[in-house]
Antibody
Framework: EVQLVQSGAEVKKPGESLRISCKGS????????ISWVRQMPGKGLEWMGR????????NYSPSFQGHVTISADKSISTAYLQWSSLKASDTAMYYC???????????WGQGTLVTVSS | DIQMTQSPSTLSASVGDRVTITCRAS??????LAWYQQKPGKAPKLLIY???SLESGVPSRFSGSGSGTEFTLTISSLQPDDFATYYC??????????FGGGTKVEIK
């Protein structure tokens, strides 16, 4: 069974750093891109970027380029989303998702709620 | 980036109704479109890909059509489990994936 299991909810202060994780199982982790998707409270889905776990090649949405870093450790089948300095506007649910054929999201993690508040 | 516009943003319907949601792309995306269903507090679920292909396990009351810039998701007979928010997503541009704004299907 394909599963993507994300790390737990986080509460952080503005300016703090954070890394959340997404562990894949039940399939060949290096055979599928992993994407991150943001959903702000009461809003729609926004694609942030993606990573090829086989070689860690990434590409980002222009809206998120420079604001977050996506990485992966194929030895432990885990992808990461990282911030160096959080803002209140980063408060959202973040989903990781597997990309089938690099294009559509066929399996999703359960989501990680990130709350940034002073 | 390719912009995806869904209409309506909210739809009120009753069990048994036929429901149609529209998604328009700012430029042609051929048939490179997927539809997702999201229930409150849950991750989205893939329903349709390549505009009209039904994902395995998805009930046949869901169907998709269209190509180019205009697409529709139809639920032939709305069931209680179908009250949710639906999103379209283009993948014509693999390096710039984009979603529509969503359509919430509410109970009338």
């Amino acid at each position: 069974e394909v599963q993507l299991v994300q790390s737990g909810a986080e509460v952080k202060k503005p300016g703090e750093s954070l890394r959340i994780s997404c562990k894949g199982s039940g399939y060949s982790f290096t055979s599928y891109w992993i994407s991150w998707v943001r959903q702000m409270p009461g809003k729609g889905l926004e694609w942030m970027g993606r990573i090829d776990p086989s070689d860690s090649y990434t590409n980002y949405s222009p809206s998120f380029q420079g604001h977050v870093t996506i990485s992966a450790d194929k030895s432990i089948s885990t992808a990461y989303l990282q911030w160096s300095s959080l803002k209140a506007s980063d408060t959202a649910m973040y989903y990781c998702a597997r990309l089938r054929n690099g294009s559509m999201f066929d399996y999703w993690g359960q989501g990680t709620l990130v709350t940034v508040s002073s | 980036d390719i912009q995806m516009t869904q209409s309506p943003s909210t739809l009120s319907a009753s069990v048994g109704d036929r429901v149609t949601i529209t998604c328009r792309a700012s430029q042609s995306i051929s048939s490179w479109l997927a539809w997702y269903q999201q229930k409150p507090g849950k991750a989205p679920k893939l329903l349709i890909y390549k505009a009209s292909s039904l994902e395995s396990g998805v009930p046949s009351r869901f169907s998709g059509s269209g190509s180019g810039t205009e697409f529709t998701l139809t639920i032939s007979s709305l069931q209680p489990d179908d009250f949710a928010t639906y999103y379209c997503q283009q993948y014509n541009s693999y390096s710039r994936l984009t979603f529509g704004g969503g359509t919430k299907v509410e109970i009338k």
